[in-house]
């Protein structure tokens, strides 16, 4: 069973950067896309990104569009994250998710739609 480890999560104040990864276990996984996803406490599960691995076709929830950009290393099999401009409301614990299945643009925004997830890295802004 492929896992997905992240890092990169930590505390920092508003307005600063961070930048997460993710990398399966098994470099030989066939990838199709991945994605970060965050969950606030009490709030659902929130799509934040997505990209697809072979022609790198990236999306983004509304929340994050001209703030966050997600990107992979196709060699080293690694999926980024790079938050800038941070808010207290990007608060939350952030999955990095894959699927080796192909995926219309539209089923990416959905968490069902990934088979491989993460454990999650805290990301906290103090405001």
């Known amino acids: 069973q492929v896992q997905l480890v992240e890092s990169g999560g930590g505390l920092v104040q508003a307005g600063g950067s961070l930048t997460l990864s993710c990398v399966p276990s098994?470099?030989?996984?066939?990838?199709?896309?991945m994605g970060w996803f965050r969950q606030a406490p009490g709030e659902e599960r929130e799509f934040v990104a997505a990209?697809?691995?072979?022609?790198?076709?990236?999306s983004y929830g509304d929340s994050v569009k001209g703030r966050f950009a997600i990107s992979r290393d196709g060699p080293a099999n690694t999926l980024y994250l790079a938050m800038n401009n941070l808010k207290a409301e990007d608060t939350a614990i952030y999955y990095c998710?894959?699927?080796?299945?192909?995926?219309?643009?539209?089923?990416?925004?959905?968490?069902?739609?990934?088979?491989?997830w993460g454990q999650g890295t805290q990301v906290t802004v103090s405001s």
């Open positions: 990209i697809t691995w072979r022609n790198g076709k990236k």
């Open positions: 098994e470099r030989t996984f066939s990838t199709y896309a």
């Open positions: 998710a894959a699927t080796g299945y192909s995926r219309s643009d539209y089923q990416l925004f959905a968490g069902t739609s990934y088979g491989y």
